[in-house]
Nanobody, 122 residues
């Protein structure tokens, strides 16, 4: 079965960087568009970034453009989210998600990970 496992979360200070990873298994990874979402306590889940199955296109939420970078390594079945210049408002549980052969602008995903917590202190 499809499994997405996030890692790399933790406690950092504002202005620091963090790299999240999402390892996929049980699926032909190179055929899946991968996305990152986040959910803070009391708030709805929101889109953060996505990379198309081909890796040719990416999409970002306005709130993270210029600070976050999504990338993928198909040889390792892993998608990454490099987060720089972290702000307290970036604090949330971060989830990766997968959608077969979708564009990077999709917001509908088929599979989800369990999430990794990112805490940013001011």
């Amino acid at each position: 079965q499809v499994q997405l496992v996030e890692s790399g979360g933790g406690l950092v200070q504002a202005g620091d960087s963090l790299r999240l990873s999402c390892a996929a298994s049980g699926m032909p990874f190179s055929r899946y568009t991968m996305g990152w979402f986040r959910q803070a306590p009391g708030k709805e889940r929101e889109f953060v970034a996505a990379i198309s199955w081909s890796g040719a296109s990416t999409d970002y939420a306005d709130s993270v453009k210029g600070r976050f970078t999504i990338s993928r390594d198909n040889a390792k079945n892993t998608v990454y989210l490099q987060m720089n210049s972290l702000k307290p408002e970036d604090m949330a549980n971060y989830y990766c998600a997968a959608k077969l052969f979708a564009t990077a602008t999709t917001r509908q995903y088929d599979f989800w990970g369990q999430g990794t917590q990112v805490t940013v202190s001011s």
